[in-house]
């Protein structure tokens, strides 16, 4: 499938048509996710012990942190589009396959497990393609836009996705909400085959392996005065919030007597902080300054992290949520917009892997340890440290003279 050539951007992302077509297949793509996550644990609890469930629920991670870097590689070679479509197909055909499986008979769990192995794998390389796309449909100027339109897409579907996919759970059961999560990611294939994309310059030289495509992306994010220090400042702020948000606020929360309840309202918080954020970069289109934005509102968001442990009330910790959803937000949009506006062309789809394998692959790993940490020493020493590490990111990023005074494309 050979990509369309459009002469360059000069309305506003959010007013043009490539884009707008590309927003709707991706929010409902992503719909599709939601609803699937939630099939497949419905489907998984109701099929096995919950043992049993956590395994199926986790099935897909390995692939997708092995695979991803390799996906990068594969998203530069083929193209993004390309590959964007082939794994909504993929995604499409298998979920759709289960939903007929669970409609005609009982097999158990082995083909969640399989689907759960398949939909990790072709993460791998639609996540890279995913992050990619966008700088082959605007120009450099309306890609901090961009950032915001899909923020506002992603909390869209986290929103939505849940009661849609409880909906199908009552009507029909697993088979309904998986099939209801299929119809959702084939809806962005025809619009994805409609969307137009520009050529971008090629990586100079003759083809290689894949093995030296990926040993060339890797060395171009270690040579860059931007990417490279962009890099560790995305790892630390990743690795300081997620443990904090995720298990850190069930534990302050039950701790606290707030219950699943207020437990819910901080994470509405966050995400009312964290779609403002987008919908701010949505209208505006860029914020100056954008190495320096993304390093103060790191270096301030670590704080807001660490203050959580030491809210006194609910609204309290609501408030504080909704200051890092926000922070978070804005300096999550700019790392992205620097990564896409200051890497090499040829290297985009291998870029993305990187930052994604960082963000989706290795920051996971920090849950086990601040649950463990929570046990041993208690909840403020944990979220004050949790604090510092994310706060190394800002400080990398305010220290780096490259990345502090990175602009983006006017």
Same mark, same amino acid.
């Given at each position: 499938?050979?990509?369309?050539?459009?002469?360059?951007?000069?309305? $506003?992302?959010?007013?043009?048509?490539?884009?707008?077509?590309?927003?709707?297949?991706?929010?409902?793509?992503?719909?599709?996710?939601?609803?699937?996550? #939630?099939?497949?644990?419905?489907?998984?609890?109701?099929?096995?012990?919950?043992?049993?469930?956590?395994?199926?629920?986790?099935?897909?991670?390995?692939?997708?942190?092995?695979?991803?870097?390799?996906?990068?590689?594969?998203?530069?070679?083929f193209g993004p589009r390309r590959v964007v479509i082939g794994s909504d197909a993929?995604?499409?055909?298998?979920?759709?396959?289960?939903?007929?499986?669970?409609?005609?008979?009982?097999?158990?769990?082995?083909?969640?497990?399989?689907?759960?192995?398949?939909?990790?794998?072709? =993460?791998?390389?639609?996540?890279?393609?995913?992050?990619? #796309?966008?700088?082959?449909?605007?120009?450099? =100027?309306?890609?901090?836009?961009?950032?915001?339109?899909? !923020?506002?897409?992603?909390?869209?579907?986290?929103?939505?996705?849940?009661?849609?996919?409880?909906?199908?759970?009552?009507?029909?059961?697993?088979?309904?909400?998986?099939?209801?999560?299929?119809?959702?990611?084939?809806?962005?294939?025809?619009?994805?085959?409609?969307?137009?994309?520009? =050529?971008?310059?090629?990586?100079? !030289?003759?083809? !290689?392996t894949a093995w030296s495509d990926l040993r060339a992306g890797l060395r171009h994010?270690?040579?860059?005065?931007?990417?490279?220090?962009?890099?560790?400042?995305?790892?630390?702020?990743?690795?300081?919030?997620?443990?904090?948000?995720?298990?850190?606020?069930?534990?302050?929360?039950?701790?606290?007597?707030?219950?699943?309840? *207020?437990?819910?309202?901080?994470?509405?918080?966050?995400?009312? !902080?964290?779609?403002?954020?987008?919908?701010? #970069?949505?209208?505006?289109?860029?914020?100056?300054?954008?190495?320096?934005?993304?390093?103060?509102?790191?270096?301030?968001?670590?704080?807001?992290?660490?203050?959580?442990?030491?809210?006194?009330?609910?609204?309290?910790?609501?408030?504080?949520?909704?200051?890092?959803?926000?922070?978070?937000?804005?300096?999550?949009?700019?790392?992205?917009?620097? #990564?896409?506006?200051?890497?090499? $062309?040829?290297?985009?789809?291998?870029?993305?892997?990187?930052?994604?394998?960082?963000?989706?692959?290795?920051?996971?790993?920090?849950?086990?340890?601040?649950?463990?940490?929570? *046990?041993?020493?208690?909840?403020?020493?944990?979220?004050?440290?949790?604090?510092?590490?994310?706060?190394?990111?800002?400080?990398?990023?305010?220290?780096?003279?490259?990345?502090?005074?990175?602009?983006?494309?006017?």
């Amino acid at each position: 499938m050979t990509a369309t050539l459009i002469p360059s951007a000069t309305t $506003p992302a959010h007013r043009d048509p490539q884009v707008r077509r590309w927003l709707t297949a991706y929010t409902s793509s992503m719909l599709g996710d939601n609803i699937y996550y #939630l099939a497949l644990s419905w489907a998984a609890v109701r099929s096995g012990t919950p043992a049993q469930a956590g395994l199926v629920m986790s099935a897909s991670a390995l692939p997708r942190a092995v695979l991803m870097l390799g996906g990068g590689v594969v998203a530069d070679r083929f193209g993004p589009r390309r590959v964007v479509i082939g794994s909504d197909a993929v995604r499409c055909a298998a979920v759709l396959a289960v939903a007929a499986l669970l409609f005609l008979t009982s097999p158990g769990l082995w083909p969640l497990a399989l689907l759960a192995v398949v939909f990790g794998t072709v =993460d791998a390389v639609f996540v890279p393609a995913v992050g990619a #796309l966008p700088a082959r449909l605007t120009e450099k =100027d309306q890609l901090a836009r961009v950032q915001g339109l899909r !923020g506002l897409a992603i909390r869209f579907a986290a929103v939505m996705g849940a009661p849609l996919g409880g909906l199908g759970v009552a009507v029909g059961g697993a088979p309904a909400a998986f099939a209801l999560a299929g119809l959702l990611i084939a809806g962005s294939v025809p619009l994805l085959v409609s969307v137009r994309v520009r =050529d971008l310059p090629k990586e100079s !030289g003759a083809v !290689g392996t894949a093995w030296s495509d990926l040993r060339a992306g890797l060395r171009h994010i270690r040579r860059h005065r931007v990417l490279a220090p962009l890099m560790l400042a995305i790892a630390l702020g990743d690795l300081g919030f997620v443990g904090p948000l995720n298990v850190g606020l069930t534990l302050l929360a039950d701790r606290r007597g707030w219950g699943a309840s *207020g437990m819910g309202w901080v994470l509405a918080g966050f995400g009312t !902080g964290a779609g403002a954020a987008s919908l701010l #970069l949505a209208v505006r289109g860029r914020l100056p300054r954008a190495g320096l934005v993304a390093g103060c509102t790191i270096v301030v968001g670590s704080v807001a992290v660490g203050a959580l442990a030491y809210a006194p009330t609910l609204v309290a910790a609501v408030g504080t949520a909704l200051l890092v959803g926000l922070l978070t937000g804005l300096s999550g949009a700019m790392c992205g917009a620097l #990564l896409q506006t200051r890497a090499d $062309p040829a290297y985009l789809g291998r870029v993305t892997a990187v930052s994604s394998l960082v963000s989706l692959g290795l920051t996971p790993l920090s849950m086990p340890f601040a649950a463990a940490a929570i *046990g041993a020493w208690g909840l403020r020493p944990v979220y004050v440290v949790s604090a510092a590490v994310c706060g190394l990111g800002g400080v990398v990023a305010l220290a780096v003279p490259a990345l502090r005074t990175a602009e983006l494309p006017r």
